[in-house]
């Protein structure tokens, strides 16, 4: 059964990768769709007061998630004997990937370099 579902979500990233590498741009040529041609344009919802909050929430979750790793890696540290939801080598990898991914390669080095156009 594991076996199917990796071999089911590697065939979908499969797909995408090649759809993205036939067509690089197709993320912008969806994003004309909302914005039209016009520069001055704004995205139709971004006023929108439900839209803000989920943004809010959505860019709140990898801090809350490394959060809740941490005390429990830290109740884990305390109390050996304690049985808490994330098992230690979950924590730790689950930390590592989140400090190296959104953190340090995103944000530190891929986009201050990265000449691709961002919303505004």
């Known amino acids: 059964m594991a076996r199917v579902g990796f071999l ?10 090649l759809i ?4 690089p741009w ?3 040529d969806v994003a ?10 704004k995205f139709p919802l971004v006023d929108n007061s439900a839209v803000k909050i989920l943004r809010q929430v959505n860019l709140a979750v990898p801090a809350v998630l ?3 790793v941490m005390t429990f890696m830290a109740i884990q540290l305390n109390r050996p004997r304690a049985r808490i939801f994330i098992p230690p080598g979950v924590g730790l990898f689950l930390i590592t990937v989140i400090a190296l991914g ?3 390669l995103v944000n530190g080095l891929l986009k201050p ?3 691709r156009p961002r919303p505004g």
């Open 32 to 41: 004309l769709r909302f914005f039209g041609s016009d520069p001055g344009r």
């Open 20 to 23: 993205f590498a036939l067509h």
């Open 113 to 115: 370099f990265w000449p």
């Open 26 to 28: 197709l993320d912008l």
């Open 66 to 68: 490394f959060a809740v």
């Open 8 to 17: 089911l979500i590697a065939g979908v990233l499969l797909a995408a990768a």
């Open 102 to 104: 959104p953190g340090l």
